[in-house]
């Protein structure tokens, strides 16, 4: 079938939608991808959300207000790709994930949008493996290795994103995941604060800076690293670090939050050594990250692309992959990538 895939991560910017030929298992075609960026005002108000969402009412008016307008920016996405589509996979927007307390919260309203757009919408991914008790992301892993079947294992597929995580895929077919520690999120309100840009483009304000050594170890001390995998974060697990550097250079400050991006990718337990990492998401662009990985991890570390696959879209690509997956019925999640007791099905669709 033909799908859109949708989705809106933590990094606030947008909305990425990509076009995908896809039975659930094997991907046909890749088609058209684009974001619509959030406009300045909506970036702002679903911060506000997100950050009061543990006090937050079901019907609280601004809630309701933000719910729509994201909800119609996902519609402009869909029109704007311009390409025929059978279901659509819409993730939504994640404002609160608490998997201890069995809660997981992606806002958007696909009854409005299915209405809209005339065709039936998949959603609401997360809960039942949360109910399930399991941790309700990283969902990308059955996608991850959908695509890499031919690629040599073991392998690890790391997503840059607002939070970071990692897919592991075994030279014997397991297939495990977690996500690893912050990505850019903690770095990108670091430098709207400092110097007012959404974020360090291309590194520059981290290549400016040293890195805070002993601070990086205290950190890197949290007890997140000692869990084993599967594990997952809010986007805010990790804000109260910001309170450590608050006296520090914009630039040390940048250095220390990248290096901190990638450390925490090396201090997390996977099952053997990777013979190569491929990096996805946003942060692939910032040089500082990419260098401080290449030095943590000490095998090959390198761009999706390198495989040819779109490091801008994997998500978006994901949520379309695993729509077609809800409307079959196959699993979204297994015990090693969300420590679901069995292979997990989810979300729902709206017709
Ligand atoms: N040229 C660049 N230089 C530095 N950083 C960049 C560049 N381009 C993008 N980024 C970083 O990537 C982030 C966006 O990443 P991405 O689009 O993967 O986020 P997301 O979709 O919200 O992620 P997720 O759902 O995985 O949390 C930006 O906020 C920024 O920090
Ligand atoms: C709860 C939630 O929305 N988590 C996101 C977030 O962004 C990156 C990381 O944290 C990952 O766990 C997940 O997204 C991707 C798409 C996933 O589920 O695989």
């Known amino acids: 079938m033909r799908v859109i895939g949708l989705m809106s991560g933590t990094s606030l910017d947008g909305v990425d939608a990509a076009w995908l030929e896809t039975d659930g298992e094997q991907v046909g075609a890749f088609g058209p991808a684009l974001t619509v960026p959030y406009e300045p005002a909506l970036r702002a108000a679903i911060r506000e959300i997100l950050d009061r969402a543990p006090q937050l009412a079901a019907d609280d008016p601004q809630l309701l207000a933000v719910t729509r307008r994201l909800t119609e920016v996902h519609a402009d996405a869909v029109r704007a790709l ?16 608490d998997p201890n307390h069995r809660r997981t919260w992606q806002i958007g309203d ?10 039936p919408v998949a959603y609401d991914f997360r809960s039942a493996d949360v109910a399930a008790g399991g941790e309700g992301a990283p969902l990308v892993p059955l996608f991850h290795a959908g695509l890499a079947e031919a690629l040599p294992k073991p392998l690890a597929i790391l997503n840059i994103g607002g939070v970071s995580n990692v897919t592991y895929l075994g030279a014997d077919g397991l297939i495990a995941a977690c996500d ?30 040293k890195i805070d050594e002993s601070l990086l170890t205290r950190w890197l001390s949290h007890s997140y690293f000692e869990r084993e995998l599967p594990k997952s974060l809010d986007r805010l697990s990790f804000h109260a670090l910001l309170d450590d550097i608050r006296g520090m ?5 940048a250095a220390t939050l990248a290096a901190f991006t990638a450390r925490a990718v090396a201090a997390t337990r996977l099952p053997e050594v990777p013979q190569q990492w491929l990096i996805t998401g946003g942060g692939r662009h ?18 999706v692309e390198s495989v040819g696959w ?14 077609m997956r809800v409307k079959r019925g196959l699993p979204l999640s297994l015990p090693m990538t969300t420590g679901v007791p069995q292979p997990m099905q989810g979300g729902r669709i709206q017709l």
């Open 82 to 97: 311009d390409a025929p589509y059978d279901l659509i996979g819409f993730h939504g927007q994640t404002i609160l994930h």
């Open 286 to 303: 910032n040089p500082a990250i990419m260098a401080a990985l290449r030095q943590a991890l000490g095998v090959p570390v390198n761009p």
């Open 180 to 209: 690893t520690g912050p990505g850019n999120a903690l770095l990108d309100d670091w430098v709207r604060q400092h110097t007012g840009q959404a974020f360090d483009a291309d590194g520059a304000l981290a290549a400016s800076g």
């Open 310 to 323: 779109n490091g801008d879209f994997l998500e978006a690509q994901c949520f379309a992959y695993l729509a």
């Open 110 to 119: 696909a009854a409005w949008l299915a209405q809209a757009l005339g065709a």
């Open 249 to 253: 250079s914009a630039g040390h400050g």
